[in-house]
């Protein structure tokens, strides 16, 4: 039995850990924060349950290999998923359209918006169905063997939006609010192609929520790996990783204590990885290439959070309005997703709502954050000016909600660093760009044997199934090698 130490208790370091443990492996996570599951949290204020992250989790439909891998991993345990009717709602000038959780729907809602744009519409939810069947979540017609990106190239109606963005998408229509709609939820730069991915997943019942949210299914996660007889250290950070040769022999902890292993799986953010715990220099060349290159974007967001004090929330899941030009000054980006929670009842007290906000920014604003927060007043001033200008925004597009709104909480880019270590914030992995297929990077640091990087910067976009995915990844690799060893005694 090997004993494995994985850096970072997010959904990576709980699937590694749980995959060595079914293997029969000694695992150990330590993990800087007093609770695991990393990005996959929420945090309770005033009375509220505040949910950070899952707005879709790929793998909640049944036939696919991704819900196998969830039920493996204890993340869906035996709670309800819940389908909301749409994904999000988007609104200009008065006029909206969801992305309903019906196809057909879907169409029907688009053609009806802008039968002008016919000629687009069509062979978009072509391509939307077409994905869904490549990708294994189209019911009966689903080929499991299929792996979605690496098939796109043989299916036309796919292919031709291979080298396109959400944005140059967004462009072909000519109705404002369709255009809005096509970049709203995910930006401007994009793949089209990631787009439909979403679309296709959220219409093909693949992209539901576990009941209690994201902190739910991190704790289920963690209960898992500990009834598989894991072990968690918490509030005990890495701070370095001891190498002699090729080996990795130790790591020292933050509070200095050194621990012996046989291997390491590092987790945490590549800015971690390798700017801390090992040096620079090992970055996997494939990782490096993508820093190093321009068209790979990063982004990260700010949010808020407010009571209601009502529960009359005039709308379902996600609303997502433009910000209005005199607001982007202190608000730096172009939308502001509202979300509501009236599918999880434990998240307010009665009679009362929760409103999140989310607005996404890029690299440049993220690192505005960041340099901010150094000074506490000035930052401390920054999201208060950030809660009375989104709440102001949603008294004049919700006139009904006017007075009725009380800031609880408002979190940066700042916030995630200071979190999780990542270096601008980010959650995610890059922006995908048009014209590339994700590939995965090599989990292996070239001259050291021992240590293995599960993340989900190994595959663009990220997201939580290919943060799974990388922790179970990185444990296969160790299993085979272990293996290797033993026919070699
Ligand atoms: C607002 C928001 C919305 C999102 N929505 C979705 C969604 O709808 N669907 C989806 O699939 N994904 C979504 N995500 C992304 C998802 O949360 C991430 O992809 C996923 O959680 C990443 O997991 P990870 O384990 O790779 O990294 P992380 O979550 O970053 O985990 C790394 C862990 O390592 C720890 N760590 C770092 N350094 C050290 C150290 N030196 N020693 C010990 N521990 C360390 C950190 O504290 C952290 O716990 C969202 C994220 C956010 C924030």
């Known amino acids: 039995m090997a004993h494995i130490l994985i850096v970072g208790g997010?959904?990576?370091?709980?699937?590694?850990?749980?995959?060595?443990?079914?293997n029969g492996h000694d695992a150990t996570i330590y993990e800087k924060h007093f609770k695991a599951g990393g990005n996959l949290t929420g945090w309770d204020r005033g009375g509220y349950h505040i949910d950070n992250c899952i707005h879709w989790l790929t793998g909640t439909n049944p036939v696919t290999k991704l819900y196998r891998m969830w039920k493996e991993l204890g993340a869906l345990g035996d709670v309800d998923v819940h389908q909301a009717e749409s994904l999000f709602t988007f609104e200009k000038n008065?006029?909206?359209?969801?992305?309903?959780?019906?196809?057909?729907?879907?169409?029907?809602?688009?053609?009806?918006?802008?039968?002008?744009?016919?000629?687009?519409?069509?062979?978009?939810?072509?391509?939307?169905?077409?994905?869904?069947?490549?990708?294994?979540i189209a019911g009966e017609h689903c080929d499991q063997k299929s792996s979605a990106w690496q098939k796109v190239h043989a299916v036309p109606s796919l292919l031709k939006y291979y080298s396109m963005t959400t944005g140059e998408l967004a462009q072909r229509f000519s109705n404002p609010v369709l255009q809005g709609f096509l970049v709203s939820m995910m930006s401007h730069y994009f793949s089209a192609l990631a787009m439909i991915m979403v679309f296709a997943t959220f219409t093909g019942g693949n992209g539901a929520i576990p009941a209690g949210g994201s902190c739910a299914m991190a704790e289920r996660m963690e209960q898992r790996f500990l009834?598989?007889?894991?072990?968690?250290?918490?509030?005990?950070?890495?701070?370095?990783?001891?190498?002699?040769g090729d080996v990795a022999e130790s790591v020292t902890l933050e509070d200095g204590t050194t621990v012996p292993v046989d291997y390491v799986?590092?987790?945490?953010?590549?800015?971690?990885?390798?700017?801390?715990?090992l040096d620079p220099r090992l970055m996997p060349k494939g990782l490096k290439k993508q820093y190093d290159d321009p068209k790979m974007l990063r982004f990260s967001s700010f949010h808020c959070a407010f009571a209601c004090d009502s529960t009359e929330v005039p709308f379902r899941s996600d609303m997502i309005y433009e910000i209005p030009q005199e607001y982007r000054k202190n608000l730096p980006a172009e939308f502001l997703m509202l979300r509501e929670f009236s599918h999880e009842k434990q998240f307010a007290p009665e009679g009362k709502a929760l409103i999140q906000t989310m607005s996404y920014c890029m690299e440049k604003e993220a690192n505005e954050f960041i340099d901010l927060s150094r000074d506490q007043e000035a930052y401390r001033q920054k999201k208060q000016s950030i809660a009375a200008d989104v709440g102001q925004i949603i008294s004049e597009k919700i006139p009904s909600l006017r007075g009725k709104l009380q800031c609880l909480d408002v979190w940066t880019p700042a916030t995630y660093r200071r979190y999780t270590g990542t270096e601008i914030g980010s959650y995610m992995s890059f922006i995908l760009p048009a014209s590339t297929i994700p590939a995965k990077i090599s989990n292996r640091i070239e001259g050291l044997k021992n240590v293995l990087l599960a993340t989900q910067w190994l595959q663009t976009p990220g997201g939580l199934p290919i943060a799974a995915d990388s922790g179970i990844t990185a444990i296969q690799a160790i299993l085979k090698r272990e293996k290797k060893l033993i026919a070699a005694k």
């Open 227 to 244: 009834s598989l007889g894991g072990k968690l250290h918490l509030r005990r950070g890495v701070a370095k990783i001891n190498t002699k």
């Open 94 to 136: 008065g006029q909206q359209i969801s992305l309903s959780n019906n196809l057909e729907q879907l169409q029907w809602d688009m053609l009806a918006l802008a039968p002008e744009d016919e000629k687009e519409i069509r062979p978009l939810i072509k391509a939307i169905r077409d994905m869904q069947i490549l990708n294994g």
């Open 265 to 277: 799986v590092v987790t945490s953010d590549p800015a971690v990885a390798f700017g801390k715990l």
């Open 10 to 22: 997010g959904v990576a370091g709980l699937a590694a850990g749980i995959t060595a443990r079914l």
